[in-house]
């Protein structure tokens, strides 16, 4: 996998504040990218992220926007390119997640989970996919989780929305290949983040209990499959969803 497929290159990662979208930032600044931190309300987090783009060498700007708001969408990649110029690679990596109860769930926890995780998705992709196809150039990694592959009753919307990650994927894959933009997804397992707070520790345990691997994932090695599709290593993919999970879910 050479590095130099980053350098010189701009990377939208949104959600890049904190856990894995923190991590995918600081893996891709240390490829050579210049990094583009988007967040939605913890500043003090992007800025954390910043500063570590900057002390391996790249460039960053921090960019607040809910990604599921279609104007602050456009305000942001506006931004982006006045303050790094065009945008090469995406993460859309932001997303959110509430553990609710079938009898809790209601139609705004439903429009929350999806309006972020799904829309946000396709908002920011629509959003830059003009300048990658002006360029001829573009990569895009989409965030799943393998909520989308089995049965999560506690998490219904968390996992619909996962799954139409995944749809997306495949057919805007399609749609964009011809302009030299290949798009792929990641479908982690338990990642060790602040999204999994209120996940209570029998839960965890048991979650630890299923896993070949018999322990939860750390971020990094999200980013590390992240810079792996992003790369000229996965130049034959797209469409794909990668499962990192320790083993807990494999596809056929
Ligand atoms: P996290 O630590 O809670 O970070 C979530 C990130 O998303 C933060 O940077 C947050 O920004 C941002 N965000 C939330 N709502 C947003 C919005 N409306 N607009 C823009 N940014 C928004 O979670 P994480 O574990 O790193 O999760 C990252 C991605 O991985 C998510 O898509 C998640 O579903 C997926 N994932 C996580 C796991 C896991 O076990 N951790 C497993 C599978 C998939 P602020 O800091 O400003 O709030």
Redesign the pocket.
Same mark, same amino acid.
């Given at each position: 996998m050479s590095e130099a497929d980053f350098q010189g290159r701009n990377v939208l990662v949104?959600?890049?504040?904190? $856990?894995? $979208?923190r991590a995918c930032c600081e893996r891709l600044a240390r490829a050579g990218a210049n990094v583009a931190v988007?967040?939605? $309300?913890?500043r003090e987090?992007?800025e954390e992220t910043a500063r570590r783009v900057i002390a391996a060498g790249a460039e960053a700007v921090t960019v607040q926007?809910?990604?599921?708001d279609e104007d602050a969408v456009q305000t942001m990649v506006t931004q982006i390119n006045e303050q790094l110029g065009p945008i090469d690679m995406l993460v859309n990596?932001? $997303?959110?997640?509430e553990y609710v109860t079938p009898e809790t769930t209601s139609p705004d926890h439903w429009r929350r989970t999806i309006d972020?995780?799904l829309t946000?998705t396709y908002l920011v992709t629509w959003a830059v996919k003009d300048q990658m196809i002006e360029r001829n150039f573009g990569r895009i990694v989409n965030?799943?989780?393998?909520?989308a592959l089995r049965s999560r009753p506690y998490g219904i919307a968390y996992a619909a929305s996962?799954a139409a990650v995944i749809a997306f994927t495949k057919s805007a894959s399609v749609a964009l290949v011809e302009h030299n933009i290949r798009m792929n997804a990641v479908?982690?397992?338990?990642?060790e983040?602040?999204?999994?707070d209120d996940v209570d520790q029998a839960t965890i345990d048991r979650i630890v209990g299923e896993t070949p691997m018999k322990r939860i994932g750390q971020?990094d090695e999200i980013a590390d499959v992240v810079h792996f599709l992003l790369s000229e290593a996965s130049r034959f993919m797209i469409g794909q969803c990668l499962v990192a999970s320790g083993g807990r879910v494999m596809l056929p």
């Open positions: 949104t959600g890049g504040s904190r $856990g894995i $979208g988007n967040y939605h $309300g913890n987090a992007a926007c809910n990604v599921a990596n932001a $997303g959110v997640f972020v995780n946000g965030m799943s989780s393998i909520s996962k479908a982690p397992g338990l990642i983040t602040e999204i999994i971020a």
